[in-house]
């Protein structure tokens, strides 16, 4: 008996070892920095002028302030989670879920809404991508017209390479040059924003829509695309895994020590993209930010290859957990051996599959908005909070409960709102749009 246990936990240790998340335990607290940023500061800071300008000023700036402080306790709450049982380290999401509800809910509860949530921004990111691509190319070469689908699977071929790096600090240089590259393009978009300047008598602050149910199904839609923006939670327990722990040194201090750097710089990212975008462009401001702008050309052109970094990076991020699940499903219950050839054509699969969903459905605002409402809302704002309450179980109306039901109240209204508005979006921009034009 005592063999067959050491013999499951020899296989244990060993799939541990090969599977990417937990491969590398040799994290530094600054790869927590840039991993967290590389999640969080990606494509959706290019929607959030846009956003603003469905909910106008006051209820903008309400909705992105809270969001900053809400996604900040939820991130502090699962890095305080990852090791709350002494000698167990709950290196995955679901893992956590498991804890609290049980082995088989505990799944059900956080795999759908994760894997959601990682598949979901790796489509948008390949939409992102390439869009950005055909902007340069644009810009570059006016008179010539070329299928947005071509420049996707450009970009989505760089993913056929890169995504056969084994773990998560295999990608630190990449997320790293993603890191830099998202501050640079947020950096260029608002002072871009501010070189243009505010237009006299051209810009309005109405909110769109030309009658009071479009506008009110805008303002639910664009409260999905805040929740898109704060969006690194889905891998913050695979990213404090790579960080070593000893009972002395917990990963918790190192791990949050990057998580707050990483939250300075998404607000100075967040807010003056958003809040200076809007202030220049009113309600005529793109689903893209970069869009919108014209000038200086090089700047554009800059910003633009900023964002193909950054998305490379952020794409490698939250893949790195989709391979993770996969190939772990794939050896424990369907008994493949872990193998190099195993993890070759999984991740060449997944690549092919997001790239061919990101060519047949490149609607850029509405994804924002449906995903970040229908998948992001739950596993960060809410998602969390009863976690907690269901481990800790704070005394009924003490600050922690009362807390924690605020946020799970929020992150129920945006679940239920957002993607009610994004969907109708969709169906909007569906209508003229011919399939892998």
Known sequence: MAAVESSGK??????????????????????STFHNVTAMVGAGVLGLPYAMSELGWGPGVTVMVLSWIITLYTLWQMVEMHEMVPGKRFDRYHELGQHAFGQKLGLWVVVPQQLMVEVGVNIVYMITGGKSLKKIHDIVRPNQSIRLTYFIMIFGSVHFFLSHLPNFNSISGISLAAAIMSVGYSTIAWVASVHKGIGEGEVKYVARGSNNSERLFGFFSALGDVAFAFAGHNVVLEIQATIPSTPEKPSKKPMMKGVIIAYIV???CYFP???????????????????????????????NIFVVIHVIGSYQVFAMGVFDMVESFLVKKMKFNPTRLLRIVTRTIYVAVTMGLAISFPFFGGLLGFFGGFAFAPTTYYLPCIIWLAVHKPKRFSLSWCINWICIVVGVLLMILAPIGALRMIILQAKDYKFFS
């Open 273 to 303: 993209v958003a809040f200076l975008g809007y202030a220049v462009f009113g309600r005529n401001v793109e689903d893209n930010i970069l869009i919108s702008l014209e000038k200086p050309v090089w700047l554009i052109i800059a910003a």
């Open 266 to 268: 998404v607000a100075l």
């Open 10 to 31: 020899k296989k244990e240790k060993d799939l541990n070892e090969w599977l990417p998340v937990t491969s590398s335990r040799n994290g530094k607290w600054w790869y």
